[in-house]
Nanobody, 124 residues
């Protein structure tokens, strides 16, 4: 059973930075593609960033491209999301997800394992 635990969320002013971490246990993370998704109040869950098993393929939502960076450290079984130049519209609960196939995907339905999420609040 794969377990994911996010950390690093918090309250930050617009223009600030946060680095989210997703610690994976139960399985070796190198076998999984990983994704970050977010959900704001009264909104649908949306794709933020994803990385395939090797780190060779990475993608971002247009709304975060150039500001967010996803990375993974398979030796530490951890995936990261560096968020810079944060905006109030980035306020949401951020969840990491794991896809057993290891292949890149932006579709939430392709991910079988999810963390509980961490709150990110950006004040204006």
């Amino acid at each position: 059973q794969v377990q994911l635990v996010e950390s690093g969320g918090g309250l930050v002013q617009a223009g600030g930075s946060l680095k989210l971490s997703c610690a994976v246990s139960g399985r070796t993370v190198s076998n999984y593609a990983m994704g970050w998704f977010r959900q704001a109040p009264d909104k649908e869950r949306e794709f933020v960033a994803a990385i395939n098993w090797s780190g060779g393929r990475i993608g971002y939502a247009d709304s975060v491209k150039g500001r967010f960076t996803i990375s993974r450290d398979n030796a530490k079984n951890t995936v990261y999301l560096q968020m810079n130049n944060l905006k109030p519209e980035d306020t949401a609960v951020y969840c990491c997800a794991a896809r057993r196939a290891g292949l890149y995907s932006e579709r939430p339905d392709d991910y079988g394992y999810w963390g509980q999420g961490t709150q990110v609040t950006v004040s204006s």
